[in-house]
């Protein structure tokens, strides 16, 4: 059975620093996806970026890049230039046809 | 318009109540999903709907029955709940559910808060 891990329930970053959230999933599949997904305080849940796991290259979205290790399953979130509007729970995400399964989350807490 | 719209944000209901939440998207999406979600807990799937159609049922109990009038609208229709199924309910859609591999963000309504007394 698959499973997403996020081994690091909270973490604090001073603001316009990096930080990097840690992510490692278990599938015997070749072809999925993985997401991680925000959700501020307000409770509405929004993709930050996506992997596609035939796609060597590591996605990247403004601030936000992934370090994206097939071998190793892991999928690791980099934030830089962190800025208070990124505080909020990080949720990582696979998924494979129907199999949606989200990791426990990381809360992030952006110091000023 | 880009966004899934849910109703009502907060609801409380007594154990023999029966209600509905309401979601609505129009963006065309093909699939429409209900999670479950417990105070600083991920979300849990509860139903997918594929083209109208429920394709997954994640072994929710009977007092949770959805429903799809159309491709836009998706209801969860509540009957004696119990206390510890008080939560955030998060409705989303995505473009497509072929049953392929697919990346297909899924789009989040802000939820509705829901106390059962």
């Known amino acids: 059975a698959q499973t997403v891990t996020q081994s690091q329930p909270e973490m604090s970053v001073q603001e316009a620093e990096t930080v990097t959230l840690s992510c490692t999933y278990d599938t015997s599949e070749s072809d999925y996806y993985l997401f991680w997904y925000k959700q501020p305080p307000s409770r509405q849940m929004i993709l930050v970026i996506r992997q596609e796991a035939y796609k060597q290259q590591n996605a990247t979205e403004n601030r936000f890049s992934v370090n994206f290790q097939k071998a190793a399953k892991s999928f690791s979130l980099k934030i830089s230039d962190s800025q208070l509007g990124d505080a909020a729970m990080y949720f990582c995400a696979y998924r494979r046809d129907d199999k949606i399964i989200f990791g426990k989350g990381t809360r992030l807490h952006i110091l000023p | 318009d880009t966004e899934v719209t849910q109703t009502p944000k907060h609801l409380v209901m007594g154990m023999t109540n029966k209600k509905s939440l309401k979601c609505e998207q129009h963006?065309?999406?093909?699939?429409m999903y209900w999670y479950k979600q417990k105070a600083k807990k991920p979300p849990e799937l509860m139903f997918v709907y594929s083209y109208e159609k429920l394709s997954i049922n994640e072994s929710v109990p009977s007092r949770f029955s959805p429903e799809c009038p159309n491709s836009s609208l998706l209801n969860l229709h509540l009957h004696a709940l119990q206390p510890e199924d008080s939560a955030l309910y998060l409705c989303?859609?995505?473009?497509?559910?072929?049953?392929?591999?697919?990346?297909?963000?899924?789009?989040f309504g802000p939820g509705t808060r829901l106390t059962v007394l």
């Open positions: 963006m065309g999406h093909r699939a």
């Open positions: 989303a859609s995505s473009p497509e559910y072929s049953g392929g591999p697919s990346y297909n963000e899924q789009f």
